[in-house]
T-cell receptor, first 114, second 113 residues
């Protein structure tokens, strides 16, 4: 079992919809949780990060972490065609060798249809 | 600032050839890393560095070498290219040593025939 599981999609939604993207993980040492966005043929860019459990909001984006369930989510409100991209979750620990390495999910490809 | 730059953008090699993928950053970041991205596999860490003179292996280091002689540069060397190394390679840098918030380059698309 891979340490981080993410449904690759593709996920297609109409403009204005609420999008929910999710990852599960098995390594209880993960403490930092990140979401990256990757447009086609570009490098990933950091969207949001959270430390440990809880929620974090930034504009139309909300990240949630439930460490008890080993489950993280990214919600996109009022989705726009410009949100069409692949979304990658990433995680890392905060001690030992794991504190220097990000583990990525495979990414979910999202299309927002006008 | 140019951020993270990678050269070349595209490369075709024959099996057994060697080459170096270049990566440079102008943000004075301590942490730099190399990933490969393959369909259905996501991003996988090859090697990383927490500062000049310090490198370590990631998840898939076999067939690759790195060195970090300066803060700015982190080249990735393919010793003897194999078709299994056909991939898109991304270099990234991050302030501090934790690799927490990484800034990625535009990538190098490598094909090994």
């Amino acid at each position: 079992q891979k340490e981080v599981e993410q449904d690759p999609g593709p996920l297609s939604v109409p403009e204005g919809a609420i999008v929910s993207l999710n990852c599960t993980y098995s390594n209880s040492a993960f403490q930092y949780f990140m979401w990256y966005r990757q447009y086609s043929r570009k490098g990933p860019e950091l969207l949001m990060y959270t430390y440990s459990s809880g929620n974090k909001e930034d504009g139309r984006f909300t990240a949630q972490v439930d460490k008890s369930s080993k489950y993280i989510s990214l919600f996109i409100r009022d989705s726009q065609p410009s949100d069409s991209a692949t979304y990658l979750c990433a995680m890392k620990g905060n001690s030992g060798a794991g504190s220097y390495q990000l583990t990525f999910g495979k990414g979910t490809k999202l299309s927002v249809i006008p | 600032n140019a951020g993270v730059t990678q050269t070349p953008k595209f490369q075709v090699l024959k099996t057994g050839q060697s080459m170096t993928l270049q990566c440079a950053q102008d943000m004075n970041h301590e942490y730099m890393s190399w990933y490969r991205q393959d369909p259905g596999m996501g991003l996988r860490l090859i090697h990383y560095s927490v500062g000049a003179g310090i490198t370590d292996q990631g998840e898939v280091p076999n067939g690759y070498n790195v060195s970090r002689s300066t803060t700015e540069d982190f080249p990735l060397r393919l010793l003897s290219a194999a078709p299994s190394q056909t991939s898109v390679y991304f270099c990234a840098s991050s302030p501090g040593t934790g690799g927490f918030t990484q800034y990625f380059g535009p990538g190098t698309r490598l094909t090994v025939l």
